[in-house]
């Protein structure tokens, strides 16, 4: 074949991969990433198989085994996987194609599993492509088998090793360090988690766990050596863990296990209502896999509570429990849910949310009247519950009409409804508002805040350079005046700092050139139109990260690309492998990661915008118009040569400085 030129595009470039290579290429896309938290996803994969069969009514006993050299062991004393020829490829056993081929598996067609939590296959596929050694032995038809693996290809025939009375399936891995590192390791705790939550789920398994000594070491969480995990009566022993302590509003939470019409799986829920101020604890599930963003089954449930609970003040006269939302409902509650069903369908690779439309319907009619025949089974509890509801419900909203009153004036003019997503305190004594660009950005902050304290303000674009801008041309525009709206506390000589809605603002921009131009033309703007407030102390940088390193079980983030260079050189220096990867922008950044690293005030770290000594203004003396011309040396004139209206007198700045430029350390 002749080899194209440089620049040409031609079928020589496609490039085909086999097997299981594309998950070897790019793990990511099957276990989301490289790092310790995707390599505990093995686990996950391996073990949902064994508590399918559990699910299926095949086994009721599962074994965990943790040991040195970040070896697991998991069996389960199902059916064990057929180890026949398979029809489609003479020559390989059923059990090899699993293992050796995506998207092979027992779940597609629904005979063989009513409700499973993964594509059999998918799952023990990618853990081979991902391990560097892997044995499977299947006990099945009282004879034990073995086939040996190693990063995706089968190490040899189906062997047969003798006669059993056993069955099962025993399935034993070590992740690949040329994936996830040479310091990866398992970390026991996180697996015994694990091992916890699935036995909660299904009442009927038996988890045995064995965890090696020598990892234990040095440990002051009391993960055990060994033990026999087991849930009798599976969530509601969970739903007592959460709400020990508590004081509850119903003598016995409510529980139940219900089939879903038409045979469609089993739904399992357990709810307390207790004294305490919280926005409602919702921990969901579907067939054994966690949903943490909740779903179409959570919204059936909510449907369930709020149309049961409203049937029964009916029934009792009860008119004032017409005004009551989910959420009203949903405030004081913790609450579990497990659901089983066929074929369910999830929001992206990691199913963090349920999007089966049949699951609200299932959940909602399967919980409603149950939930109505239990209120009704206790009176005098109903009533209570009722009633504090009632009360919560009526407090929550006096709460937020006072907040409404005291806000006023600085949303009224907001013309995208909801655009200021604002915080919950009354005063204005420890919060804060993060100014951030755009509505992807904007969302991710939304997420990421602390409801209670933190507000978050997104601008579309870049904001107006107001060193070059009339006063006409400032006061029509939208987002400046939004933002000042917000703030409530003036501009020019109508600056009041006693008026400002919040005890600091945050100026939150992508950690790049263009984040950089943007907090610009927002200091900018505060040192025009709101000097006070950088007087006061009140304004602040926000340091998002540029990049985050990954090496092992390690992830650290870098400001940009000289801390990165420094990271390498100290944190990561014996590391032969370190994922790299850079963030886009505020709005690619995961809410968690956000988080984490720039909105949560115990980890993050802020600049605050400060102004030369000399130049803090004294309370009561006269400030210098905005239209003066500035004095050479100052602030002001520096702003005005750079941000200003001529463009010879920044290019000369430019000129001046450009050999004095280093790298700033923050």
């Known amino acids: 074949m002749t080899a194209t030129k440089k620049g040409e ?7 085909v991969l086999e097997g299981l290579e594309p998950v070897r290429k790019r793990p990511g896309m099957y276990v989301g990433g490289t790092d310790a938290r995707a390599m505990h996803h093995l686990v996950s994969e391996i073990l949902d198989n064994a508590m399918d069969e559990a699910v299926a009514g095949h086994a009721n006993r599962i074994e965990m085994t943790v040991e040195e050299g970040n070896r697991i062991t998991i069996s389960d004393n199902g059916r064990g996987i057929p180890v026949d020829n398979h029809p489609k490829y003479p020559g390989k056993s059923a059990l090899e194609v699993i293992f050796t081929t995506l998207h092979s598996g027992g ?64 399935v034993t891995f070590v992740p690949d360090t040329q994936i996830f590192g040479e310091d990866a390791v398992f970390d026991p705790r996180t697996i015994y988690r694990l091992a916890r939550s699935k036995a909660y789920l299904y009442r009927g398994v038996e988890i045995a766990w064995t965890c090696a000594p020598s990892l234990l070491n040095g440990r002051s969480d009391n993960i055990p050596e060994k033990e026999t995990i087991k849930f009798p009566n599976g969530i509601l022993d969970y739903l007592y863990t959460l709400v020990e302590g508590k004081i509850q509003l119903t003598a016995k939470p409510f529980y139940g296990s219900v089939d879903l019409a038409g045979n469609e799986g089993r739904c399992e829920f357990a709810i307390a209502w207790t004294e305490e101020e919280q926005d ?79 699951a609200t319907r299932y959940v909602e009619n399967a919980v409603k009247d149950h939930f109505e025949h239990w209120l009704t089974g206790d009176p005098a509890a109903s009533k209570y519950l009722l009633e504090y509801l009632i009360t919560q419900a009526e407090e929550r909203r006096r709460a937020k009409d006072v907040q409404e009153m005291s806000r006023k004036s600085a949303t009224r003019k907001l013309r995208l409804p ?16 993060f100014i951030v ?26 904001v107006l350079n107001v060193a070059s801008a009339t006063t006409d041309k400032i006061r029509q525009n939208q987002e400046i005046s939004d933002l000042i709206q917000a703030l409530g506390c003036g501009v020019g000589k109508d600056f009041n700092l006693n008026k400002l809605r919040y005890e600091r603002v945050i100026i939150m921009t992508d950690a790049d050139v263009d984040g950089a131009h ?25 340091l998002p990260p540029l990049y985050r390193l990954s090496a092992g079980g390690e992830s650290v983030y870098a400001r940009d690309d000289k ?90 700045f430019i000129q001046e400085n450009a050999s004095f430029v280093r790298d700033i350390d923050i």
């Open 9 to 15: 595009y031609s079928a020589a470039d496609i490039e």
């Open 107 to 170: 779940k597609f067609s629904g005979k063989v599993y009513n409700t499973s939590g993964g594509l059999h296959g998918v799952g023990s596929s990618v853990v081979n492509a991902l391990s560097s050694e892997m044995s499977v032995k299947v006990a099945r038809d009282k004879v034990l088998y073995e086939q040996r693996y190693s990063r995706g290809h089968a190490q040899g025939k189906l062997r047969t090793l003798g006669a059993t009375k056993e069955r099962g399936t025993i």
């Open 280 to 358: 409602g604890w919702v921990s969901s599930y579907c067939n054994t896999i966690p949903t943490p963003e909740g779903g179409t089954h959570v919204q059936g449930l909510r449907n369930a509570l709020s149309k049961g609970i409203k049937n029964y003040a009916d029934l009792t006269g009860n008119k004032k429990a017409a005004a009551l939302t989910p959420d009203d409902i949903f405030g004081s509650a913790t609450i579990l849910l497990s659901i089983f069903i066929r074929d369910p369908q999830f929001q992206g690779q990691t199913k963090d949310k349920l999007t089966s439309v049949s």
């Open 418 to 433: 909801g655009k200021l997503a604002d915080c919950a305190r009354k005063t204005s004594e420890g919060t804060e508002i």
């Open 437 to 462: 660009e755009g509505d992807s950005a904007g969302g991710s902050a939304k997420q990421a805040r602390n409801r209670e304290t933190q507000a978050i303000l997104p601008l579309r674009g870049k």
């Open 518 to 542: 943007i907090a610009s033309l927002l200091i900018t703007l505060f040192y025009q139109e709101m000097l006070g407030l950088i007087e006061s102390g009140a304004l602040y940088l926000a």
């Open 563 to 652: 801390h990165k260079d420094e990271l390498m050189k100290t944190t990561f220096k014996t590391r032969k492998k370190v994922d790299i990867s850079r963030f886009k922008g505020l709005g690619e950044m995961p809410a968690s990661q956000l988080k984490e690293t720039t909105m949560d005030p115990k980890k993050r770290s802020l600049v605050r915008v400060t102004l030369p000594l000399a130049e803090r203004h004294v309370e009561g003396a006269a400030k210098p118009s905005r239209h003066a011309k500035p004095e050479e040396g100052t602030t002001a004139h520096l702003i005005d040569r750079l941000m200003g209206k001529n463009p010879e007198a920044r290019f000369t």
